[in-house]
């Protein structure tokens, strides 16, 4: 399904470096949302602000890559997108492919390395081999981490590593006393990535959507009316300079 956007595009300026270049987050995970809403202002399918949305995610790359932010985890699909009419499903399936057939080039220059969070192999085969590929030419890339969270839902994911926990005490590869929070989430899909310090959610709603329940418990929220469509550098760099400001306390004073 191809779609043309009847308007020229926003020219987008390049944002001025980061003045201050201290307590830059490490990781910063973004609730992409307003696709849908972009679009219905101006008149087209939901699946314009989709494929528009792809652009913000170039932007948030190459922005993210700017301030050093090491990691980036993007809610791409969450177990509950299913929900979606079947067309919708069918064309966000197909955008990491399309996403990664134009810019992969780009994210090699860049030493990006592609990982994945949520339930891959329940993927349709096309976007999981566009996907796969993409995860193994990054494998030794060791710049930014571009995590996509794909068919992800946190509740899901902490049943899961419960089951995997219960197992692994029954067949004595685990005790019981040893199990804490550092053992627990070894279990969870993000067992190699350190917790965001920073979420992202665009659009104007302030909820977390199932995202990654566990590991967000001592993150920095920060939230924009932007819609994703709109999501550019500018934006990107102001949660981090307003994230600069946060002190974290972590339920200390
Ligand atoms: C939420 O907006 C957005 C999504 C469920 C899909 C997000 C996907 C992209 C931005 C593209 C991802 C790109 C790659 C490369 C994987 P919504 O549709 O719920 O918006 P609404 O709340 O305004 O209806």
């Known amino acids: 399904m191809s779609i043309r956007l009847p308007f020229t595009k926003k020219k987008r300026k390049e944002s001025e470096p980061l003045t201050n270049t201290e307590n830059i987050p ?5 609730i992409m949302d307003g696709n849908g809403r972009w679009a219905k202002k101006r008149s087209l399918p939901r699946i314009a602000g989709h494929k528009e949305g792809v652009d913000s995610v170039v932007r948030t790359v190459r922005a993210a890559h ?19 009419p079947q067309k919708e499903i069918d064309f966000l399936m197909k955008l990491p492919k399309e996403f990664l057939h134009i810019h992969l080039p780009e994210l090699m220059e860049r030493n990006v390395r592609i990982q994945t969070i949520g339930e891959f192999d329940a993927l349709p085969a096309h976007t999981k081999e566009a996907v796969q590929y993409a995860i193994d030419k990054t494998r030794n890339n060791d710049g930014l981490l571009l995590n996509f969270a794909l068919n992800y839902g946190s509740r899901y994911e902490i049943v899961q590593a419960t089951k995997q926990v219960m197992a692994d005490i029954q067949n004595s590869k685990l005790s019981m006393d040893a199990l804490d929070e550092e053992i627990f989430a070894k279990y969870l899909y993000t067992k190699e990535l350190s917790d965001p310090d920073l979420l992202i959610r665009t659009s104007g709603e302030q909820r977390l959507s199932n995202f990654l329940l566990w590991q967000l418990a001592y993150t920095e929220f920060w939230f924009t009316d932007v819609y994703w469509p709109d999501f550019d550098e500018a934006v990107f760099k102001q949660a981090i300079e307003e994230y600069q400001q946060r002190q974290r306390r972590y339920g200390g004073i």
Not at 68 to 80: H, K, M, P, R
């Open 26 to 30: 490490n990781h910063v995970a973004i």
């Open 66 to 84: 700017k301030c050093n932010v090491n990691i980036v985890t993007l809610y791409a699909f969450s177990t509950e997108n299913w929900k979606r």
